[in-house]
């Protein structure tokens, strides 16, 4: 069975710093990855989706995350995050039944 | 066009009594999905509907919940004799899958409260 780990719960991180927002995922099909962000009260939101061609994908906002066939990872980055940026991310995979598979969530704190 | 809507967006409600939720997905998307989401936990899949197939009920957690979709648009969820422990927030989404692309679209949910 298809899964995905987040192993963060939370990560607090000043702001203008870089942050990273890990994800693994396991799969024996054809990979299609999400990001997507839930900003406080408010709902899911889609940040960025790998589905094939470059494994570099980028956001409007500034996030970037990179496939990793062989380390079967989805991390999530960006360079410099702002106050704004404050939200749960989650990861997620699609399975050959076109459902998500969801990680747990990373809760991105900023300090100022 | 329009996002997916569910409604209503806070329910409050007694132990005991049937609730329904319902979702307008957008309009075209041949899939729909329920989703539960408890206070601090990630996303729990509850029911899957694709066109006209008979839907996924392999997440709905009880005898107490079921859903259905009229004429391949409009889904509604129930939940019957409600308990304290399903409070939470219900989440719709939908999709096109396929040509249309796999990512699904999610509506602001529905913030169940059962006292």
């Known amino acids: 069975a298809q899964s995905v780990t987040q192993l963060d719960s939370q990560v607090p991180v000043f702001e203008e710093a870089p942050v990273e927002l890990r994800c693994n995922y396991s799969?024996?099909?054809?990979?299609?990855l999400f990001w997507y962000v839930q900003y406080p009260n408010q709902g899911l939101q889609l940040l960025l989706k790998?589905?094939?061609?470059s494994t570099l994908v980028e956001s409007i906002n500034g996030f970037e995350a990179e496939f990793n066939k062989s380390q079967t990872s989805f991390h999530l980055r960006k360079p410099s995050v702002h106050i704004s940026d404050t939200a749960e991310y989650f990861c997620?995979?699609?399975?050959?039944?076109?459902?998500?598979?969801w990680g747990a969530g990373t809760k991105l704190i900023i300090k100022p | 066009g329009a996002g997916v809507s569910q409604s209503p967006s806070n329910k409050v409600t007694e132990k005991g009594k049937d609730v329904e939720l319902r979702c307008d997905p957008i309009?075209?998307?041949?899939?729909l999905y329920w989703y539960r989401q408890s206070l601090g936990q990630g996303l729990e899949f509850l029911i899957y509907?694709?066109?006209?197939?008979?839907?996924?009920k392999s997440g709905l957690p009880s005898d107490r919940f079921s859903a259905e979709r009229t004429g391949g648009s409009v889904s509604t969820l129930t939940i019957q004799r409600t308990q304290q422990e399903d409070s939470a927030v219900y989440l719709c989404?939908?999709?096109?899958?396929?040509?249309?692309?796999?990512?699904?679209?999610f509506g602001p949910g529905t913030r169940l409260t059962v006292l």
């Open positions: 989404a939908s999709s096109l899958q396929l040509a249309g692309g796999p990512e699904q679209f």
């Open positions: 309009s075209g998307h041949t899939a």
């Open positions: 509907f694709q066109g006209n197939s008979a839907p996924d």
């Open positions: 799969s024996s099909v054809s990979v299609y």
């Open positions: 790998y589905l094939s061609g």
């Open positions: 997620a995979v699609l399975d050959s039944n076109y459902q998500l598979i």
